[in-house]
Structures are given as structure tokens and as C-alpha cells.
């Protein structure tokens, strides 16, 4: 089966660090584009980062850019947003996404809150 599964969330001071994991089971990463996603409590999901297959390109929602990192180490199946400097307005579940052949998979989520 396959499974994409986040991890890292927490709670966490304003200006804090936290570093999210998404870790894939039952397929390999290396040939997939993969999305970080946050939902906030009564907002829509919303799309923060993606990194492309090789890890060569990626792209940032706008609030995020200078703040968050995405990166991805195929050896070990995972993807990761490194996220800095942290704000009250980033406390949200974040999940990554895939799509392979036509399927859209989503992880459990994780819970990150900032707050003092």
C-alpha cells in the first residue's frame, strides 16, 4: 500500500523552527514532484511549497518565501520544509501531496502552532 506519511509539527514560539517530514512507504519519491500543503482552522488548504522530482526547482507560496526551505533526499524517501521564523499565521495542519498516474495521495497531516 502506499503511503505518504508527515511528521515534526508542533507547538512552537513566534520566530521558531520547526522541520516538517514527509515520508513515503510502498513506492519510491524519486520520480515525483512532490507539494507541501497547510490547512488553516476554517480556511481553505492552501499550497506553500513543491519541489520537482530532481529536487532542481522549486516554488513558495509568497508568504512563506526567505521563511521556509523545501528539500527532498531521495535516498531516504523523504521530503522535508524547513521552517523558520515562524508566525502566529503559520499555526496550520500541514500535508504533503502527491499525484502518480492520475491518483492524488495525501498524508494524515501534521499540526503546526505558533503561539507564544
Known amino acids: 500500500q502506499l503511503h505518504l506519511v508527515e511528521s515534526g509539527g508542533g507547538l512552537v514560539q513566534p520566530g521558531g523552527s520547526l522541520r516538517l517530514s514527509c515520508a513515503a512507504s510502498?513506492?519510491?519519491?524519486?520520480?515525483?514532484?512532490i507539494g507541501w500543503f497547510r490547512q488553516a482552522p476554517g480556511k481553505e488548504r492552501e499550497g506553500v511549497s513543491c519541489?520537482?522530482?530532481?529536487?532542481?526547482?522549486?516554488k513558495y507560496e509568497e508568504s512563506v518565501k526567505g521563511r521556509f526551505t523545501i528539500s527532498r533526499d531521495n535516498a531516504k524517501n523523504t521530503v522535508y520544509l524547513q521552517m523558520n521564523d515562524l508566525k502566529p499565521e503559520d499555526t496550520a495542519v500541514y500535508y504533503c501531496?502527491?499525484?502518480?498516474?492520475?491518483?492524488?495521495?495525501w498524508g494524515q497531516g501534521t499540526q503546526v502552532t505558533v503561539s507564544p
Open positions: 501531496k502527491l499525484v502518480r498516474f492520475g491518483n492524488v495521495y
Open positions: 519541489i520537482s522530482s530532481s529536487g532542481d526547482s522549486t
Open positions: 510502498g513506492f519510491t519519491l524519486d520520480y515525483y514532484a
